[in-house]
């Protein structure tokens, strides 16, 4: 099966513009969770969608937001870009989103906010 | 609320020596939990994982790890370092049961360095 992918691998973008990433998960995973990820913070879950609903929502404010399509391919959109939102983007799979079920990553996209 | 505490946020060793990677969680019941690494410019890849029944768990790549519930900890092992071994290692948990969905907490991760 092919891995989760992400795109884009790498985008640069200046303050106060908005941000679509793309997650498409491994075939027949429905669940699909986006993380931050930066040096200061660390690893950071921003939220989870299972057939095109939002089941769980980490502290992020409003300026983040997903979506989830019938294909179970997911985005996320960040408005209003702050420098602060400069850090990896990282989407997981799993097959049900359930708390022992493996969440398998993808390679993530890197933005920089300038 | 559940956290994840991974002890020392550099390790290094000579290859060949033993890999201890720390991993201490903090939850009135035990959770789900994860060893992942990641290496520069990729994704997270899964070790292992405890859910249950077992509480010596062994991964990919020579690791393994002990759930010990009174000393509310998940560390990591590997007996011969290997110089492919270093990367960032992430300690995880998620909660059993409720609505967390989709969730894991991740402890802050440890650099592991392997000498020749």
């Known amino acids: 099966k092919a891995g989760v992918t992400q795109t884009p691998r790498y985008l640069i973008k200046t303050r106060g513009q908005q941000v679509t990433l793309s997650c498409s998960p491994i075939?027949?995973?429905?669940?699909v969770s986006w993380y931050q990820q930066t040096p200061g913070q660390g690893l950071q879950f921003l939220f989870e969608?299972?057939?095109?609903?939002?089941?769980n929502k980490g502290n992020f404010p409003g300026r983040f937001s997903g979506r989830q399509f019938s294909n179970s391919r997911s985005e996320m959109n960040v408005s209003t870009l702050e420098l602060g939102d400069s850090a990896l983007y990282l989407c997981?799979?799993?097959?049900?989103?359930?708390?022992?079920?493996?969440?398998?990553f993808g390679p993530g996209t890197r933005l920089t906010v300038l | 609320a559940q956290s994840v505490t991974q002890l020392g946020s550099h390790v290094s060793v000579s290859e060949g020596a033993l890999v201890l990677l720390r991993c201490n969680y903090s939850?009135?019941?035990?959770?789900?939990l994860f060893w992942y690494v990641q290496y520069p410019n990729q994704g997270l890849q899964l070790l292992l994982k405890?859910?249950?029944?077992?509480?010596l768990v062994k991964g990919i790549n020579g690791f393994e790890a002990e759930f010990k519930k009174s000393e509310t900890s998940f560390h990591l092992t590997k007996p011969s370092a290997h110089m492919s071994d270093a990367a960032e290692y992430f300690c995880?948990?998620?909660?059993?049961?409720?609505?967390?969905?989709?969730?894991?907490?991740f402890g802050q991760g440890t650099i592991l360095t392997v000498h020749p």
């Open positions: 075939s027949g995973h429905r669940s």
């Open positions: 405890y859910t249950s029944a077992a509480t």
């Open positions: 995880a948990v998620s909660k059993r049961g409720g609505t967390s969905y989709g969730k894991l907490t």
């Open positions: 997981a799979s799993s097959p049900q989103g359930q708390g022992a079920d493996t969440q398998y």
């Open positions: 939850s009135s019941v035990p959770p789900y």
């Open positions: 969608y299972f057939s095109e609903t939002q089941r």
